[in-house]
């Protein structure tokens, strides 16, 4: 059963920005601190930014460029990718912060190029 789906990835220009969005059920967003990771080609898959309770941290890469939020209502993750770079280019995926058992989704791909 699917339950994570992101969405919102595509291609932009060095400086332009994007949103992200991760859907989940009522309960896993209630019962899981959720996070957004990324992976670039040839590394490893790495924590961008996550919630822990309603504190939020993030990557020291992404700090000042990168936005996390919450939707009780719609129980959506969100991140707003802002002043966007190439090395920002990767799969980005969420899922619990810290991972725990949760299956990852098929992520959506985010390609910062000219």
């Known amino acids: 059963q699917v339950q994570l789906v992101e969405s919102g990835g595509g291609l932009v220009q060095p400086g332009g920005s994007l949103k992200l969005s991760c859907a989940t059920s009522?309960?896993?967003?209630?019962?899981?601190?959720l996070g957004w990771y990324r992976q670039a080609p040839g590394k490893q898959r790495e924590l961008v930014a996550g919630f822990t309770g309603s504190y939020k941290t993030y990557a020291d890469s992404v700090k000042g460029r990168f936005t996390i939020s919450g939707d009780q209502a719609k129980h959506t993750v969100n991140l707003q990718m802002d002043n966007l770079k190439p090395e920002h280019t990767a799969v980005y995926y969420c899922?619990?912060?810290?991972?725990?058992?949760?299956?990852w989704g098929q992520g959506t791909q985010v390609t910062v190029s000219s």
């Open positions: 009522r309960s896993i967003f209630n019962h899981y601190n």
């Open positions: 899922n619990s912060n810290p991972t725990i058992s949760l299956p």
